[in-house]
């Protein structure tokens, strides 16, 4: 998965002293539902003027004048299967109608039927634009987290932007946290976790763009609560908190935005004493432009008025941004996502 830190074409940029938007209206909306087939994205060359002529262009995407969007990063889905090696099974379920959100829950062996298992709420990263819940590099890694934490995991598949622009992945993450706590009873909507789930030990967790929404639902959910849900940890690894030459596409995705200083691409200081769980795990990678940005947060929330326990950093050395997702086989994955299921058991 691409770092939101690296450089993108910076052409526009410096002949603006701005960004300007385009009207949501005019993108060519793409329901984000569970029988789609992957976003493919057809453009014509680019000319000098006319309807071929780029409007804006960044690492992810570029924007045409007639408000056709062409994505860099085509995602492949798989549809969810039961894993006759690690016992895991999983399905699709559908959050919302309209708006269109879904997810796919992961269920370990059960190896005790009268056990009730954590809670994993997983958001993908993908430059708030691009990747699934259904591609075959997240299903196997949020899998191989259900696996060794033995725990349920719910992963979100939220609305893209630039078509769906931002706060809509915010949002639909913030339905399905909803949507999991309607559990807490044992009489919501789905039969695993009414039978298998115990919600009071609920994580949030993502990766890159993931991480910075999984901060989000912590803040959201300090600041209104869950009725009968207890939010044990947050798990963000090499999230994104601004600071980049990426918080232009930022901005450009969120029309309405509060400029670099908005609280969703930086958190305030505020809004850290709301982060509503108990025990935070921030992963970081050496090589990740997004390294510092990691590592600001993890220090900013223990100075903070925050009433959680522990703040844990992990450093990844000598990796790359996201390095562990494409190959879970590698020995340095393997061990992150140990750590991340080791920090979900010890709840």
Not at 255 to 270: I, S, V, Y
Request: hydrophobic fraction near 40%; charge should be neutral; charged fraction near 25%.
């Amino acid at each position: 998965m691409a770092s939101l830190s690296r450089p993108f074409s910076l052409l526009l940029l410096r002949r603006q002293n701005r960004v300007s938007f385009l009207n949501p209206s005019r993108f060519s909306l793409l329901p984000n539902s569970i029988s789609n087939a992957p976003r493919r994205i057809r453009c014509r060359g680019i000319s000098s003027g006319g309807a071929g002529e780029v409007a804006h262009e960044f690492r992810f995407f570029r924007v045409y004048r007639d408000g056709r969007v062409e994505k860099f990063h085509q995602t492949r889905k798989i549809p969810p299967f039961d894993d006759p090696v690690t016992g895991v099974r999983s399905k699709d379920v559908v959050i919302s109608p309209e708006p269109p959100v879904s997810a796919r829950i992961f269920l370990p062996e059960i190896r005790d039927p009268k056990s009730r298992l954590p809670v994993l709420l997983y958001v993908h990263g993908g430059g708030f634009s691009f990747e699934s819940a259904f591609s075959p590099d997240i299903h196997n890694y949020v899998s191989s987290i259900a696996a060794k934490a033995e725990a349920v995991a719910v992963s979100v598949e939220y609305r893209l932007a630039p078509e769906h622009p931002i706060p809509a992945c915010y949002d639909d993450s913030w339905a399905t946290l909803r949507w999991v706590a309607a559990h807490a009873s044992g009489a919501g909507p789905d039969a695993w976790l009414n039978r298998h789930t115990d919600l009071s030990r609920l994580f949030v967790a993502g990766d890159s763009a993931g991480g910075n929404i999984a901060h989000d639902l912590a803040v959201r959910a300090g600041r209104g609560g869950l009725p009968g849900v207890r939010l044990a940890g947050m798990v963000l690894v090499h999230p994104y908190f601004g600071g980049t030459e990426d918080d232009a596409m930022w901005m450009y995705m969120c029309p309405e935005n509060g400029g670099l200083e908005d609280r969703r691409l930086r958190p305030a200081a505020e809004d850290l004493g709301w982060v509503g769980c108990e025990r935070v795990l921030v992963f970081v990678a050496e090589r990740d432009h997004l390294r510092a940005v990691g590592a600001r947060y993890a220090e900013e929330l223990r100075r903070s008025e925050w009433g959680g326990t522990s703040v844990e950093l992990v450093e990844n050395f000598g990796e790359e941004h996201c390095f562990h997702i494409s190959d879970l086989r590698y020995e340095r994955a393997a061990e992150l996502v140990d750590k991340f299921a080791s920090f979900i058991r010890q709840s």
